[in-house]
């Protein structure tokens, strides 16, 4: 094959530009969360896979915790149940919970998991039962209105929240050269199954991990102010105040939670970015730029 002088002064930059950033991140863990909202055609799907695949080829350890938030939603649809959610996450009753697990542990791992192979990786799909992965706990969700004295506690059902993490199975799959692709579930002390919020078993995988990065894929630009500009470099602060004034809100909640959370414990940054962007992933590793809301720890 041969290239012009135009493309290989266009892939001399590119290189020159990414070599920093490989040299850096070489025998480092990135963990990337792929949302569902973000998979959402072939040819997206096939950039995430060979941008993971790449990241692998050349030193990076990926690891993928996928979600599928919409894929649920419209099984359940099909079998005539509505989807229910408070403050990001689903209700989920014993019904729902076994269509939550057929879904992400069957459909949507093992679509991620073919997709990077025929890319050339070499995937193992999980979800936190295998080896003991995520230990889960029934998740509580308080809230306290203007006319409430008490907090509500809202039960929603099989929701967990993550205990524990144990990462020896991912540790032996990084260590053989597999990528580890992480379906949200967790199982509790009682051997019951909880749904997890995909965000925040992204987040705290990378805490535990000490990962360089922790990647969020979604269907923004990044987080947005009202007028729809995407923000960065945003610390404690900025997010609770956006919070407040119902800036953030519904499925973007977990994820600055999860993304402030994961940095204050020691992983070097979060990122929030839009899985829509072909390349969204190299874009962040490799550029100046970066791409979308970069989440700080504490201080300016
Ligand atoms: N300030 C904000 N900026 C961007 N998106 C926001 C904001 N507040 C709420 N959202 C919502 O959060 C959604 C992303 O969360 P979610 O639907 O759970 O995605 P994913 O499947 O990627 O986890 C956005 O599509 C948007 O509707
Ligand atoms: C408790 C809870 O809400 N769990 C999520 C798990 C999947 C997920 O997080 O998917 P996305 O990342 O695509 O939103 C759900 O049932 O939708």
Do not use: W
Not at 6 to 17: P, Y
Not at 25 to 52: E, H, P, Q, W
Request: hydrophobic share 45%.
């Amino acid at each position: 094959m041969t290239i012009d002088q135009q493309s290989a002064t266009r892939i001399a930059r590119v290189l020159a530009e990414a070599l920093p950033y490989i040299r850096r991140f070489r025998g480092r863990t990135v963990v990337i969360k792929y949302g569902g909202n973000a998979m959402v055609d072939a040819r997206l799907k096939s950039g995430f896979a060979r941008d993971v695949v790449l990241m692998k080829l050349v030193g990076i350890h990926p690891v993928v915790v996928h979600g599928g938030g919409p894929q649920i939603g419209r099984l359940l649809e099909r079998i005539g149940k509505e989807s229910r959610f408070v403050d990001g996450m689903r209700v989920t009753d014993a019904e729902t919970m076994d269509v939550v697990e057929m879904v992400l542990g069957g459909l949507v791992n093992k679509e991620i998991v073919q997709l990077i192979a025929s890319h050339g990786g070499r995937a193992v799909g999980l979800t936190g039962k295998d080896g003991g992965l995520i230990r889960a706990r029934k998740l509580h969700i308080r809230r306290k209105g203007p006319e409430l004295e008490q907090p509500e506690i809202i039960d929603l059902g099989h929701v967990g929240e993550v205990e524990a993490v144990d990462t020896g199975v991912v540790d032996m799959l990084v260590a053989g050269d597999f990528i580890p692709v992480i379906a949200p579930i967790g199982v509790g002390e009682d051997g019951r199954s909880y749904n997890i919020n995909a965000d925040l078993v992204a987040g705290r995988v990378a805490e535990v991990l000490q990962a360089e990065k922790l990647i969020l894929l979604t269907n923004t630009a990044g987080v947005l102010d009202r007028e729809g500009r995407v923000l960065t470099g945003l610390g404690p602060e900025e997010v609770d105040a956006l919070i407040a004034d119902g800036t953030i809100h519904g499925g973007m909640l977990p994820k600055v939670r999860c993304a402030l959370e994961a940095v204050r414990a020691g992983v070097r940054a979060a990122h929030i970015i839009d899985g829509r962007v072909e390349h969204a992933v190299l874009l962040e590793l490799f550029t100046d730029e970066g791409v979308g809301t970069l989440i700080r720890g504490e201080g300016p």
